[in-house]
């Protein structure tokens, strides 16, 4: 990916950075031999037929080059060494049968892999270029110099291997760059590390695994416009993690992006709803976490690198201002479409000019490789508190003995299958990686070598978790789990799980609406490949409690929070934000947003905060706005709150988030929903403070339901009907208040059932009255998975829509099929 090292040589700095200058190719050297090809080829004239000329990465460049400039695409330019000029160099210095008898004796277990790849690589850097191929690289860089202004141009020098970045196989990482490389000498000595880079050790045991011929790959080197980058990163156009391929994920940087790959920084992560973009009107970013980057690595202006530490603005603020994040994205969406497969994006922003430069694209070679029609899932069956949290990597989980290795020196302790920690990895970690059954890292971030290397092999890690190396001990036994959360754990002891692989091409299409509860926004994405039809609950409560943390009053009344400690952990919070209202508006508009983009155009049916009065005074700062009720289950909740004085700038924010969501981010698949509403006046009140706050229920399609969960809603089914365009059945709610048994009731589970006749009877009349209205009834809870005569008993009754936990699925489109079949 990015250069993993830096060649310091001399030269002067360039004055200026033309990125639509393209350097003509120079003309045929007159020393050149006639039986031989040029050595050189400029980026301009390659395509992607041309993978065995200059590799993967060069043919790629050219490829954007020749296709994309028009669609305002920025590409670097520069030329690429041909695979033949490789195997010429080898000619020339006799080298061919050198390596084949080096690797014959590792082979033959006469010699280690280390031997065997430092004696070809001394051999390799100490060989000579033949004198034409070595001119024409000296004009070619001399040309490209000229064409921006330099007697000695700032260029990256990166590795192509023949064989590489093919669909099915990356070879990432696996050969060197060389960044910031000034002077026709210095760029004549990288050109020969690249070629010795091609037996790294890493890179020998990664081609005899793929079962590729040492000596069938051939290595092109391209000599590209260096970007002085002061931020740069890596887009996917695919989810990496989930392979939901609506979203695009940015990781971003400040100075050079090898940083990034290092692990030396956790990085930025934006995610972004690509349907969405080309719309200018619409901002469809559905997450931003800022990075942990304390430093950077930048050109010295020189020749060569330097590591600094990041200045306090940097540290404070995102990398990315919005606006290129959606450039970005827009850019990854035109290549995706050009390539016709998602795409991993390299990309760099100039620091004097502040343009944008993509300086490699290639196949993403996992998440678009997994089959589509399987799911596999995972899910912990014992509950236990974490050693260790950090980014979750891949969605499974394992147990196995820890291995605590400060380098790769160590690697003669690390078994097959240990879990390794370690504070971060590098390529030269490749065959422990390959051994291990789960990684853990104090460092790094989602484009991080350990993630990326994870990613590949599809084994879970957690990374950037800062003190795994402290909170862990070597020959330990752990359970390291990934599933269902963009948070990954380490808990003591193997603790027992369940995996399960659903055919999803199997599962039953019945015409009852099967639908998701969700809570989690970083869970949604991982259940879109599930044939359902939107989202029936998604509770705002979770992004609240979670993700806020806050009590909506503590932020637009903060003088008024008396508790110390409250408003030091607020202020923390809302660092960044100067309306601490904004902090509320935009983590949960995002949250919903992603709920919302996992399921779209289907509908996702988001209900307001049910928070009873104790749960609100749970959150930071809330004591000081909440009574204290003797039964908050039957207390100040729900739609009540919402008109209240003493809450309705709270409910503000909540309006605020969702009107951001559906009318900025384009998400008008969000239907709010209305809880515990006991009365219809009351819900004419609530929808007034609606409208006036921008949710007018009509008004760019917004529909509003109520859930059924009081008997009046039932009752007086007709006169809600008359002020809400659905209904949803909350059985937990319902059955407490028709059986008069409290949902928390330990003594009287026995009692607490909706199979019961009186709930059933409930439920058949709202359907009734609902349809009669012209008003579509759904119900959320785990019966109709728990129980197949439920389903069928709805089923029967004429229910729209069922809404299940994502593990229930399955078994509900199966039970509510055979319930479909029997009243057929």
Partial sequence: MFGTSAHASSGHRSSSF????????????????????????????????????????????????????????????????????????????????????ELDAWNAGEQSLNETGTTIRTRIRQGAFPEDVAEEIREGYRSLSAAYGADAADVAVRSSATAEDLPDASFAGQQESYLDVRGVTAVLTACKRCFASLFTDRALGYREKQGFDHLDVALSVGIQKMVRADKSGVLFTIDTETGFPDTSVINAAYGLGESVVKGIVNPDQYTVYTPFVEDETLSPILEKTQGDQAQKIVSTGEGGTTTMPTTEDEQSGFVLSDEEILALTRWGKIIEEHYDRPMD???????????????????????????????????????????????GIGTSIVSGTTRVLD????????????ILVTEMTDPDWGPILERAGGVVTNRGGRTSHAAIVSRELGIPAVIG???????????????????????????????????????????????????????????????????????????????????????????????????????????????????????????????IATIAAAQHPHPVIVRLSDFKTNEYADLIGGGGFEPEEANPMLGWRGASRYYSDAYEKGFALECRALKRVRDEMGFTNVVAMVPFCRTPEEADRVLDVMADHGLKRGTNGLEVYVMAEIPANIALADKFAERFDGFSIGTNDLTQLTLGVGRDAERLTHLFDERNAAVKRRIAELIEDAHAAGRPVGICGQAPSDYPEFAEFLVEAGIDSISVTPDSVPNVLRHVAQAEARAA
């Fill in 407 to 418: 380098s790769v020196d160590e690697a003669e302790r690390f078994e097959d299958g240990d």
């Fill in 465 to 591: 978790s800062e003190t795994a190396t402290e909170a862990l001990r070597d020959d330990q036994t752990v359970t390291l789990s990934c599933a269902h959360s963009d948070a990954g754990q380490v808990y003591e002891g193997e603790l027992d799980y369940e995996s399960e692989e659903i055919d999803l091409d199997a599962l039953p299409d019945p015409d009852t609406r099967v639908m998701l509860n969700l809570a989690s926004p970083s869970a949604a994405l991982d259940w879109w490949k599930l044939p359902v039809e939107g989202v029936g609950l998604a509770r705002m409560e979770y992004v609240i409690n979670n993700i806020i943390k806050v009590h909506p009053l503590a932020l637009v009344a903060f003088d008024e929070v008396e508790d110390k400690t409250a408003q030091r952990r607020i202020e923390k919070l809302t660092e960044g934000y100067d309306d601490k209202g904004e902090y509320f508006v935009d983590h949960l508009s995002r949250g």
């Fill in 18 to 101: 033309l990125s639509s200058v393209v350097p003509p190719s120079p003309m045929p050297n007159a020393t050149t031999p006639s039986r031989t090809a040029s050595a050189i080829r400029w980026f301009e004239t390659l395509d992607n037929e041309d993978i065995s000329l200059v590799g993967g990465k060069n043919a790629s460049l050219g490829e954007m080059i020749g296709a994309l400039k028009d669609s305002g695409i920025r590409v670097p330019d520069g030329f690429a060494t041909t695979a033949d000029t490789y195997r010429r160099f080898l000619e020339a210095n006799d080298l061919t049968e050198h390596i084949r008898a």
């Fill in 345 to 391: 994006v390299e990309w760099a922003r100039d620091r004097d000019s502040g343009d944008l430069f993509v300086v490699q694209a290639r196949p993403e070679t996992v998440q678009s490789q997994q089959a589509a029609g399987t799911l596999r899932t995972y899910r912990l069956t014992e509950e236990a508190s974490p050693l260790v949290t950090g980014v």
